[in-house]
């Protein structure tokens, strides 16, 4: 059974970065894609990046670009998603999910962080 | 970007009803349709994933159905566990768009 364990609730100020983490159990990274989303209070989700298996790289949506880095620590089996330049219109819930199949849904989610900006 | 548009934002039907939504992406997307069901402080749990295949679990009151651009979701019979929010998710092509979403209430 696949389980996501996120890091815990955040309270930054403008300006600040924010690392948020992702613990993978029941599979290994390397059977999988991870993906980060958000999702804004009141507002539907958003995807922010993850890992394609086609190119072997991450990928961002361009709207994060230069700002958000994903990171992967095979021997623990933990991703990162480190978001800098915070703004007040980043607070939001993060998750990160699992793509198990290239261009297949995100089967399993972790449970969430919230990222609260705010000065 | 792929945009998705779901009708109707909001919705309310009685326990026993069925209701339809309907997901439409603004280029084709074949069937790389995913729709998830999302409840009060809890991550979007799949639903439905390649327009059609329920997720193991998902009860068969659930229907999914489309291709191209126009995709439905179906729930047969209403449950009281079925008041919810519902997605809408391309995965043709990144970046993976939502749909805004349809607030699904009792009646």
């Known amino acids: 059974q696949v389980q996501l364990v996120q890091s815990g609730a955040e309270v930054k100020k403008p300006g600040a970065s924010v690392r948020v983490s992702c613990k993978l159990s029941?599979?290994?990274?390397?059977?999988?894609?991870m993906h980060w989303v958000r999702q804004a209070p009141g507002k539907g989700p958003e995807w922010m990046g993850g890992?394609?298996?086609?190119?072997?790289?991450?990928i961002y949506a361009q709207k994060f670009q230069g700002r958000v880095t994903m990171t992967e620590d095979t021997s623990t089996d933990t991703a990162y998603m480190e978001l800098s330049s915070l703004r007040f219109e980043d607070t939001a819930v993060y998750y990160c999910?699992?793509?198990?199949?290239?261009?297949?849904?995100?089967?399993?989610w972790g449970q969430g962080t919230l990222v609260t900006v705010s000065s | 970007d792929i945009q998705m548009t779901q009708s109707p934002s909001s919705l309310s039907a009685f326990v026993g009803d069925s209701v339809t939504i309907t997901c439409r992406a603004s280029?084709?997307?074949?069937?790389?349709l995913n729709w998830y069901q999302q409840k009060p402080g809890k991550a979007p749990n799949l639903l439905i994933y390649?327009?059609?295949t329920l997720q193991s679990g998902v009860p068969s009151r659930f229907r999914g159905s489309g291709s191209e651009t126009d995709f439905t979701l179906t729930i047969s019979t209403l449950q009281p566990e079925d008041f919810a929010t519902y997605y809408c998710?391309?995965?043709?092509?990144?970046?993976?768009?939502f749909g805004q979403g349809t607030r699904l209430e009792i009646k």
């Open positions: 280029q084709s997307i074949a069937t790389y």
């Open positions: 390649a327009t059609s």
């Open positions: 029941g599979y290994t990274l390397t059977e999988l894609s």
């Open positions: 890992f394609d298996p086609a190119d072997d790289d991450t």
């Open positions: 999910a699992t793509v198990l199949l290239f261009g297949g849904p995100f089967d399993y």
């Open positions: 998710q391309q995965t043709y092509t990144t970046p993976y768009t």
